[in-house]
């Protein structure tokens, strides 16, 4: 009885904190506050993965929290005024890839509230970088009358909700121990709801369908085929996803999964429409990748050493070379992977992919706390101890906001995952801990 006296009050404790954190007043910039919550939470997190999660208990933590969120707007990201924007423009038959919301905020009547999520927006001047199936989802709200800023963010909450209900009873379901062993290192993860939940990040329901299809390939491939195909084109960051996906489906499903993945990437060019406006999408994802720079590791050591050769910033050539570089070490991984049949598995794929997008993230210019979610959510599979020990730093990444300059946290944010990395290695012989070998 102890036990579970326990166990209800580390996930009341875990509820407060993580509620706490959603409702904060403030911003990003209150670190001193979200630090100490956070790292509550994170701890509540690690005690609670030794006990087993009922799927009534996390329905009535999730209906809790987003009670909690209900009457809020995201306060750590501002990004939620372009999925707002985006999805309004889109819903009134208006290409998002052909103006800037600059641009379209000078040619179409807007009211006193589109004004005020222009005037909101981080990045007005840049044309939309999302896949068309992305704006769908910021539309649909739209397309059901809904159109308040307050009531597209709840709306956006519920789907969020419901989303990880549906993986969470998805896996659940499914006859092998070690997905069920694997769900709390997922959904107990504080990271998953700020930035899913919280600031309303798609990387959340991504990985969620991902999952999902994961779990459902045991019993209806062809289900699992449209889900695995639908996670993959909603952002162009989830080739890790892809990649799994691919290694690991066999036969029709494979094929399925392939053709499906190719038929919605078509689809969504010819909702992109003409050559310009393609030319638009990626012109804003090469000023992204080639201009913004934001809590790299790799990128700014090397980018200071070249700078003080040089005497300028250099993340032009940099991060070209170091974004050339991890898809030649991401290359070489899948090949040498590949060559090992004792490979051959779920949660072996699932590793793989892992590895290559930690890869991808370690070597890119800019690393957001939510672009953390994608490694994550093979925590399903196994347990990392580099990611999740960075799943746990990575919110120290907010501090940049205090003076935006580069200090003590980023070493800490960095070097306590490879620590513990390697601690762990010391003690198992071993990086990673599969839930289930025989996946």
């Known amino acids: 009885m102890g036990r579970f006296r326990v166990k209800y009050l580390l996930l009341t404790l875990w509820v407060i904190t993580l509620g706490l954190l959603l409702k904060i007043p403030g911003s990003r910039l209150e670190m001193w506050g979200i630090i100490p919550l956070y790292g509550i939470a994170f701890a509540n997190y690690l005690a609670l993965n030794k006990s087993r999660i009922h799927f009534l208990e996390i329905s009535l933590v999730s209906l809790a929290l987003l009670v909690v969120t209900s009457t809020d707007l995201p306060i750590m990201s501002d990004d939620f005024y372009r999925f707002y924007w985006d999805g309004f423009v889109f819903s009134e038959g208006i290409n998002v890839y052909q103006y800037t919301p600059e641009q379209l905020g000078d040619i179409i009547s807007v009211d006193a509230s589109l004004i005020l999520v222009l005037e909101g927006m981080n990045s007005p001047s840049y044309f939309a970088v999302y896949t068309p199936l992305n704006e769908l989802f910021y539309a649909l709200p739209f397309y059901l009358g ?6 597209f963010v709840f709306f956006q909450r519920v789907l969020f909700t419901l989303f990880y209900l549906f993986a969470y009873c998805s ?3 499914v006859e092998n ?8 290192w997922l959904f107990l993860n504080p990271l998953l709801w700020l930035e899913g939940l919280g600031n309303l990040h798609v990387e959340g329901i991504i990985i969620c369908i991902a999952i999902s299809a994961a779990a459902i390939a045991y019993k209806n491939r062809v289900f699992a085929g449209i889900l695995a195909s639908i996670s993959v ?5 989830t080739l890790p996803i892809f990649l799994y996906f ?3 489906f066999r036969g029709k499903i494979r094929r399925l999964f392939i053709l499906l993945t190719l038929v919605l990437g078509l689809g969504s060019l010819l909702v992109i429409g003409e050559i310009n406006h393609l030319e638009n999408l990626i012109s804003s994802l090469r000023l992204f990748s080639e201009t913004f720079e934001f809590n790299g590791s790799i990128y700014q050591l090397v980018n200071y050493l070249v700078s003080q050769i ?4 250099s993340i032009f050539y940099v991060g070209k070379t170091l974004n050339l570089l991890a898809l030649i070490f991401g290359g070489i991984i899948i090949y040498r992977w590949h060559k090992k049949q004792e490979h051959e598995g779920a949660s072996n794929w699932a590793l793989m992919a892992q590895v290559l997008a930690v890869i991808f993230l370690l070597f890119s210019t800019t690393v957001h706390p939510w672009y953390l979610l994608i490694p994550l959510s093979f925590s399903i599979f196994l347990i990392n101890p580099f990611v999740i ?5 990575i919110m120290l990444s907010y501090f940049y906001y205090q003076n935006y300059q580069y200090g003590l946290w980023i070493w800490l944010e960095y070097l306590i995952p490879f620590a513990v990395a390697f601690i762990y290695k010391l003690k198992t012989g071993s990086w990673v801990k599969f839930h ?3 996946l």
């Open 389 to 393: 020990a960075w799943s746990g730093t």
């Open 171 to 173: 896996i659940g379901r």
């Open 246 to 248: 691919t290694l690991w």
């Open 233 to 237: 084109v909603l952002k162009i960051s």
């Open 177 to 184: 121990n070690g997905l069920k062993t694997g769900l709390n």
């Open 436 to 438: 289930d070998s025989r």
């Open 146 to 151: 809904i159109k308040g800023l307050g009531q």
């Open 310 to 313: 040089v005497g300028y910033n």
